[in-house]
């Protein structure tokens, strides 16, 4: 009993720390023993991943709430508190970041050779900055996970990324950043209205959620700009149209791990950030502005995917399919209905891992072929048909056929907007048949056809290769099939996010 | 009238509550002195009597932490808490100072013997500066202060940029201090009177605030502005920064803006605080400008001297706006932010300096932000150090430069300011992209570089460990050092 309690009261700081402590280990070892450096790196992610299970098996799905909380003063002059804690969202989340880290330390296993060592600590503290955003409840404390992970990400992209990495990762940071600091002065704000109505300082989310902003009606209302500046640095991340740009020149540069890890993870960071803060501390401002919010979703979904249609690079295609995936998320949390925000997060997972894999073929593809270019390639399905035979069960599960992951989050999602503004739905709807027809055209483009191979013939899928895409291929498998494996932990946080809106909205309607 | 000299008694308890100021002092008279009879190369042991002088004077200021605070010298020196941190760190500063020169100086061939007697000199002048209950006094130290700067700035005298940035630094600092004085005399022919305190009964007992007054008053703040670098009156800083031997420049950099600042702090909030609807707009805009000015030139700069000179300046102003918010009633929590940052600014500066002298050779030759390419490859534990100066500098987490700012911008915005925090903020982001850039160069276009070794140096990798795990620990166990920052704040408690 005690020690289970013990575990309750640590475990989230421990899978924050880990990665830290892996990345000082990682420190000690010497840099020419690469393949040393890489199995220590991938066994510590294994750990973290397994420490996570542990996470989601203890779990309550019943308990209304926080789980795992550890609170402790870190600054008491200004309130500031090292505040952790986890729901269903939450949970969902974290796992998806444990369990996609090792596999893109695999899927890079040969692909960086210079400053490996750099490399690992770079991912590992990446790892780290993800977990402690996804887990913590105070606003400074999010702040600094959220700015931290920055740095690493800066490096990834900027050492082993392309050949415009410079450029591509000073846009990200510098993009990231001014959202980031219009969004501190927002939460400064925010624990000083916090203070003037409640006498002290406090920086955590549960303190903060009391304070009663200002709402004029207004664009310039007290309450609507405050949402803007958490929005912005939300909504950058998310991407929503037009706040996009920095992500097609961020995913090509970036070495493989980068982008599998970016789109996975940091892309849903941004929606984390609007459900957990934005929306619940602004919910009239959320109310005014959500046709706008809407809208720009409505153009992301079908922007991003007019604009993947026409791509030549094969990894902007999936960056721009990501916009439009994300658009989808967003109209599906914008929904504030059940079936709306489920569907959401399940898209979330489902993109993570689809999306992530996507990124992985691209990954192997380029290792053999040296280009990304379609036009430059055809007919792969004679000359690697196992690479064939996963891309087409990846690109089913992106584009959201039935049985795979994508479908339960993009049929829930239109379901929950349905249920509000139907012609929204079938605007959204005509996104999904867009993204079928760009995903099935680049594979017939690359697959089929006549086969452009270069003076060598490659090998199909090495058993490292078939490490990676085969259990993610049936985890993929898995959620389209039994989704309420999954949905039944979230499903008391789901509630609990729309309650408060509707709440808000029809004070007279009971639960649900 | 003039103090009433007839009525003053020698005391001799002043001499042990003045000993913080007065051992620097007697060290580098000492050193002056004993160094005639010292061979040319031989000046190490005048390093180690500073260091020694500065350990004394440390241990000094924390005697009187815990007393009551007084006024000594018929008001003229202050001594209160807010004395004793400025003093320490001032104290504090000058030894990093020393680490960093004593390798620089054998480096560069500079045996001078008065080097170390300047800084210490110039150290007893902060500290005069930061306790001044008196304009004269305030002048004192400033003038103090700035002759032993002017001098070290231009030390390396027979080489052209040294010579250059000390004669623009003292033609200018000359004419600053001529206008400071102006503005004193005024302000005391306004008034009757040059002590702080005094000034403020005057004006609560309704005094007439005339034109000489408020022209007083004016020339004071400009004369303030030039010593701190803020713009307008910048201009000297960035040749004065280039010119003077780096180890200076971390010196002025921090130790000549603190003390400026402090006795800004002490001037604005004992003399004049009930006329802070006048001042506080006009450091609203100094404040705004100043960030704005800096960061905007620094993006442009090829010299890492130069652009951690402009990126200094707009630090200054980053500082100001906490003195925005002192004029309402939230001056504590902007003070514990100024305190901080202070301490924050101290050390990146230092790491940051530290690392430019190693990789700069003899003659200041490798002082490019080009210069720079592929030190991560080949010296990772430099790099390593100049990177977490760059972020903190630049205020990304988890480093003391972002939590500095976070407690500086937050009491500033509890006072009511939040437009400048925007525009300070806005000037962060900005300054991200040339604070980065010397770190691509060393990481990201490993390809480009040359072979280059260095010669390496204990004391400076004394100096750069700890400032190194210094900005670390100030930042992530920030709230010992808020602790320090809000007791030091007793001038401002009832």
């Not at chain 1, 899978?15 to 199995?39: A, M, R, S, V, Y």
């Not at chain 1, 604009?307 to 998320?329: C, E, P, T």
Request: with cysteine.
């Amino acid at each position: 009993m005690d020690f289970l309690t013990i575990i309750n009261g640590h475990i989230l700081s421990g899978l924050i720390f880990f990665p830290i402590f892996g990345t000082l280990l990682l420190l000690i070892l010497p840099p020419n023993k690469e393949t040393l450096l890489k199995w220590a790196a991938l066994v510590m992610t294994i750990i973290t991943f397994l420490t996570s299970l542990i996470l989601f098996v203890r779990f309550e799905s019943s308990f209304e709430g926080m789980q795992f909380v550890e609170k402790y003063s870190w600054v008491p002059d200004f309130g500031i508190l090292y505040y952790l804690g986890i729901d269903g969202i939450s949970l969902l989340l974290i796992l998806l970041t444990t369990f996609m880290m090792p596999f893109a330390l695999i899927g890079s296993w040969n692909s960086i050779t210079k400053h490996v060592k750099g490399f690992l600590c770079c991912q590992l503290m990446l790892e780290a900055g993800m977990i402690g955003v996804f887990s913590t409840l105070d606003l400074i404390l999010f702040y600094v996970f959220w700015e931290a992970m920055l740095v690493p990400m800066y490096f990834i992209i900027g050492m082993w990324g392309g050949p415009r990495r410079i450029y591509a990762t000073l846009k990200f940071v510098l993009y990231t950043m001014v959202g980031s600091l219009l969004m501190l002065v927002a939460i400064l704000v925010l624990v000083m209205m916090h203070k003037a109505q409640l006498g002290f300082y406090s920086t955590s989310l549960l303190d903060l959620l009391s304070v009663k902003v200002p709402f004029g009606g207004t664009y310039f209302s007290a309450q609507t700009l405050l949402f803007l500046a958490f929005a912005l640095a939300f909504l950058i991340k998310v991407p929503l149209f037009p706040l996009h740009t920095w992500l097609p020149d961020a995913h090509v540069e970036a070495p493989t791990a980068g982008s599998v890890i970016l789109a996975a993870v940091l892309l849903k960071m941004g929606i984390y950030g609007m459900m957990r803060f934005a929306m619940p501390l602004f919910p009239q401002a959320l109310e005014q502005l959500t046709p706008i919010l809407l809208g720009l979703s409505m153009i992301g979904i079908v922007y991003g995917a007019l604009v993947a249609m026409v791509q030549i690079d094969i990894k902007k295609l999936v960056a721009y399919s990501s916009v439009s995936h994300l658009g989808f998320v967003m109209v599906g949390i914008l929904a504030l209905n059940t079936l709306g925000a489920t569907g959401g997060l399940y898209q979330m997972l489902s993109h993570g891992l689809s999306t992530g894999a996507l990124f992985l073929i691209v990954g192997s593809l380029y290792e053999r072929k040296h280009t990304r270019i379609i036009n430059d390639l055809g007919g792969l399905a004679k000359e690697l048909p196992w690479l064939a035979v996963v891309f087409f069960i990846v690109l089913l599960a992106s584009i959201g056929l039935p049985g795979t992951s994508g479908f339960i989050g993009e049929f829930m999602i239109l379901a929950g907007l349905f249920e509000l503004y139907p012609i929204l739905a079938v605007i959204g709807t005509s996104g999904v048949v867009l993204g079928a027809v760009y995903m099935l055209n680049a594979y017939q483009k690359l697959m089929f056809g006549k086969l452009k191979t270069g003076p060598h013939p490659s090998k199909d899928l090495s058993l490292r290769e078939k490490t990676i895409f085969v259990p993610l291929i049936i985890i993929m498998l898995f959620m389209g099939i039994k989704p309420g494996f999954f949905i039944s932990k979230v499903e008391k946080s789901i509630d609990h996010f729309v309650f408060k809106f509707h709440n808000y909205k029809y004070p007279k309607v009971g639960a649900k | 009238m003039f103090p009433d000299v007839s009525a003053f008694q020698f005391d001799p308890s002043i001499i042990s509550k003045l000993s913080f100021v007065l051992i620097p002092f007697i060290t580098g008279a000492a050193i002056l002195l004993i160094e005639v009879f010292i061979p040319r190369e031989e000046k190490l042991f005048a390093a180690l009597l500073s260091i020694w002088g500065l350990a004394l004077a440390f241990f000094a200021t924390t005697q009187w932490w815990n007393e009551p605070s007084e006024a000594l010298l018929n008001g003229s020196f202050i001594l209160d808490r807010f004395t004793l941190f400025f003093s320490a760190l001032f104290i504090l500063i000058n030894g990093f100072t020393i680490l960093l020169s004593i390798w620089y100086i054998k480096r560069e061939g500079m045996h001078f013997g008065e080097y170390y007697f300047l800084t210490l000199l110039a150290t007893t002048g902060m500290i005069f500066l930061a306790a001044a209950g008196d304009l004269l006094m305030l002048f004192l130290g400033l003038e103090l202060m700035s002759i032993a700067a002017y001098v070290l700035t231009g030390i390396n005298r027979d080489r052209l940029k040294p010579s250059e940035g000390a004669m623009k630094y003292f033609l200018l600092g000359a004419f600053a201090s001529g206008i400071l004085l102006y503005g004193i005399a005024l302000l005391y022919g306004a008034t009757g009177t040059f002590n702080l305190i005094k000034i403020q009964q005057f004006i609560t007992k309704g005094g007439e605030l005339n034109l000489i007054f408020w022209t007083g008053l004016g020339l004071i703040l400009a004369g303030f502005g030039f010593k701190v670098a803020a713009v307008p009156f910048h201009l000297w800083a960035p040749d004065a920064y280039e010119g003077a031997p780096t180890p200076i420049t971390a010196f002025m950099a921090t130790g000549v803006k603190a003390a400026a600042l402090a006795a800004l702090f002490r001037f604005v909030t004992t003399a004049v605080p009930d006329v802070s609807n006048h001042w506080v707009p006009v450091l609203w805009l100094g404040s705004a400008i100043t960030m704005t000015v800096g960061n905007i030139a620094a993006l442009v700069q090829k010299n890492i001297k130069r652009l951690l000179a402009y990126s200094s300046i707009a630090h200054a102003g980053y500082l100001l706006t906490a003195f925005v918010a002192l004029g309402t009633e939230h001056r504590l929590a902007a003070s514990e932010g100024l305190l901080y940052y202070l301490i924050a600014y101290t050390l990146m500066t230092f790491a940051a300096f530290g690392v430019v002298i190693i990789v700069a050779k003899q003659g200041d030759e490798r002082t490019n932000v080009e210069d720079y390419i592929g030190l991560g490859r080949q010296h990772p534990l430099l790099a390593f150090v100049m990177t977490v100066a760059l972020l903190s500098l630049a205020g990304i987490p988890p480093t003391a430069g972002f939590f500095g700012k976070l407690y500086l911008f937050s009491a500033v915005v509890e006072a009511g300011y939040t437009g400048l925090v925007v525009i300070a903020v806005l000037n962060s982001v900005l300054s991200v992209y040339y604070y980065l850039r010397p770190v691509v160069n060393m990481y990201m276009r490993i390809e480009e570089a040359q072979v280059v070794t260095f010669e390496k140096s204990l004391t400076i990798g004394i100096a750069l460990t700890v400032t190194t795990y210094g900005i670390f620990h100030v930042g992530i166990f920030s709230s010992s050092v808020l602790n320090i920052a809000k007791n030091a704040m007793t001038l401002l408690a009832p």
